[in-house]
């Protein structure tokens, strides 16, 4: 139940962010989408609700957003250039690297910053293991240590703070 009611004031504020400035039709389609979501998926999205309540998480999660806007950046600066480069110069691969993360929300969040970062795509995770298979664009280094560094190492000292 207490997931449910953190789901609803989360989808709630998100909404409300994103439908600025308020009015009342706003703020009951807001309501009715909210409680609907967190109806539906309420029992999937968070199994320790208690780490709610460490304001600590939300300045790493603050701190997350620019981090990863920059490696975003970053990386479609990269993309680019590969694209129009005359000789195209990527060498595509899959990877192994390892994650400390276990949380099925930690891995998530580490698992959508790879994919949503231009130039690497997530294709499966070893929850048991701790490790994730990468797609990445421009494999430079196959052992698992140095492409951990290089792709995970930059998201999950953040994610750590945040959800384990």
């Given amino acids: 139940m207490k997931s449910r009611v953190i789901l609803f004031i ?3 504020l ?10 009342i039709p706003h703020i009951g389609i807001g ?3 909210a409680a609907f979501i967190a109806y539906m998926t309420g029992d999937m999205f968070v199994n320790r609700p208690h ?15 620019p981090v990863f806007l920059w490696e ?27 994650t400390k993360l276990k ?3 930690a891995l998530t969040f580490l698992a ?8 690497t795509l997530t ?21 698992i240590d140095k492409a951990t560094e290089i792709i995970v190492k930059k998201f999950e000292r953040i994610l750590e703070r945040v959800f384990e």
């Fill in 103 to 105: 949380t099925d929300t």
């Fill in 10 to 12: 989360f989808g709630f």
């Fill in 112 to 119: 959508n910053s790879i994919t949503l970062t231009p130039g």
């Fill in 123 to 143: 294709v499966d995770i070893d929850k048991e293991k701790g490790i994730l298979y990468i797609h990445w664009i421009d494999v430079t280094n196959q052992d």
């Fill in 72 to 98: 975003c950046f970053k990386a479609n600066i990269d993309v680019a250039y590969r694209v129009i480069h005359p000789f195209v110069p990527i060498r595509p691969g899959i990877v192994k690297v390892k």
């Fill in 14 to 23: 998100v909404w409300m962010g994103l439908s600025w400035p308020p009015d």
């Fill in 51 to 65: 780490v709610f309540k460490h304001p600590s998480r939300y300045f790493w999660f603050l701190y997350y957003i």
């Fill in 31 to 33: 309501v009715l989408v």
